[in-house]
């Protein structure tokens, strides 16, 4: 599989009838990518539904507030489906989330005898009788139950990032190779490629509307998130997972968390990934015990292969200046990605994207349509290049060096042995020192630990 770039290559399919659910699993199939269908035929190995049933069995692993908003929103989308299996490594977790999707869909839930709760409680929801898995757990498991679950031979809706890694997005990708052999279709949660607005002006702006692309511009500024004390009597391993955003082997810290979406949207633009890296980062508000090791801002400046230029920025900081958001300047005037307005070079406005929908609704709308209509997406591989952009940010930030893609993307740097994390009381990746302070990187020292 080719990284270098992220093209959609077009195949029509035969012209048929109109297919069944059960007709497109024996003889079509597509690949999703980049917000539009690549079509294709694909020999089909097995069904992942049950012989004469056209319901779709939901199994939700990881029940926070966005798993439990992602299966309600599947369930809005498609009126066939339903909850039956549900997992997360807190008990109070996933009962606060059962409350939840029923307020919305009681008589689409249908789990009991089949929650299951610990760090191995994945297995149970991938061992059940479910059609589709919903992974929302910490990104940093997520290649361990991606693998697990195509192995198995289900559906998966992941959540962005897909890993906290390179190793992991390596390992997402090969696990990928089974999802396309097997036909089973892959959704990755950057709702932005489902977003009308967003489709429109990325296509305008592919098209030549404001003339060659020289620079980039994409932000993720905002107060921060929140903070999880530690409990008594917990162990080290329950507090990280607990608390996992402050602690880069669980979320891969927040530019590859949270400013994963704008890197997407520019390598989307792009239609490519970077190829270097360089940048500068720190801890300045973050510096109490309960916000673990992950930096508080990062600044990158990304070059494209054709020379173009990303300048990236991502903070935590109350009272300062907060924008998501993403922008392009070319050779013939300049585009408000975000805003959907693309202006000339006289800053007058040229041309109005229509308005967005609601991306993380429309995004389970357009994978159950797809399915429905005898497709089969695939988001796998831009949702994986996407995290490793962000990965690499990190690791120029923590580092200070400037840093090549193949050199990231080829890290054997692994935060941890996700495989052999099974309950409570196994060893935590990360370990505080005898203050109780958790390694924080310093740019241009310890570079071995971040790259």
Not at 225 to 251: A, D, G, H, K, M
Not at 306 to 317: A, D, E, P, Y
Not at 340 to 347: E, F, L, V
């Amino acid at each position: 599989m080719g990284h270098n770039s992220l093209s959609n290559n077009s195949v029509p399919l035969p012209e048929t009838e109109q297919n069944s659910r059960r007709k497109f699993l024996k003889n079509s199939s597509a690949i999703l990518a980049g917000g539009s269908i690549a079509a294709g035929v694909l020999p089909i190995s097995r069904s992942a539904y049950a012989a004469g049933d056209d319901t779709i069995k939901l199994g939700l692993i990881g029940c926070g507030g966005r798993g439990t908003a992602a299966t309600t929103q599947a369930l809005s989308a498609d009126k066939n489906t339903k909850l039956v299996a549900m997992a997360d490594t807190f008990e109070n977790r996933l009962n606060s989330s059962k409350r939840g999707i029923k307020s919305r869909h009681a008589e689409r839930v249908e789990t009991e005898g089949r929650e299951f709760i610990g760090v191995d409680a994945y297995k149970k929801v991938i061992d059940s009788d479910v059609d589709m898995v919903l992974l929302a757990t910490p990104p940093g498991f997520r290649p361990l139950h991606f693998e697990t679950a195509v192995k198995a031979g289900k559906h998966v809706f992941m959540e962005k990032p897909v890993a906290a890694d390179a190793p992991g997005v390596r390992r997402v990708l090969e696990a990928n190779k089974t999802a396309l052999s097997k036909n089973l279709a892959v959704a990755v949660g950057l709702q932005r490629h489902h977003e009308s607005g967003y489709k429109a002006i990325i296509k305008q702006l592919q098209e030549g509307a404001i003339g060659d692309i020289i620079l980039a511009r994409a932000y993720w500024n905002g107060d921060g998130v929140w903070i999880r004390n530690r409990e008594p009597e917990q162990t080290e391993l329950e507090y990280q997972i607990n608390n996992w955003y402050y602690f880069t082997w669980l979320s891969g810290d927040h530019i590859v968390e949270q400013h994963i979406h704008n890197l997407d949207v520019i390598n989307w633009l792009m239609n490519s990934h970077p190829s270097e890296a360089q940048g500068s980062g720190g801890r300045q508000v973050r510096t109490s015990g309960d916000t673990g090791q992950i930096f508080d801002h990062h600044t990158v400046e990304f070059t494209y292969p054709n020379g173009t230029k990303l300048l990236s920025q991502c903070r935590h900081m109350p009272n300062t200046w907060s924008s998501v958001s993403e922008f392009a300047h070319g050779s013939k005037g300049w585009a408000d990605i975000s805003g959907g307005k693309i202006y000339d070079s006289s800053n007058k406005v040229v041309w109005t994207a229509p308005e967005n929908e609601d991306g993380w609704a429309n995004e389970h709308v357009d994978l159950f349509k797809s399915i429905r209509n005898g497709e089969i997406p695939n988001e796998a591989e831009y949702g994986a290049m996407s995290t490793m952009t962000a990965i690499m940010g990190r690791m120029a930030t923590y580092s200070g060096k400037k840093l090549s893609w193949d050199d990231c993307f080829n890290s054997k740097l692994a935060l941890a042995d996700y495989d052999s994390l099974n309950s409570f009381t196994d060893e935590a990746p990360l370990k505080p020192d005898a203050d109780g302070a958790y390694f924080i990187p310093t740019p241009g020292k310890s570079t071995e630990q971040v790259l």
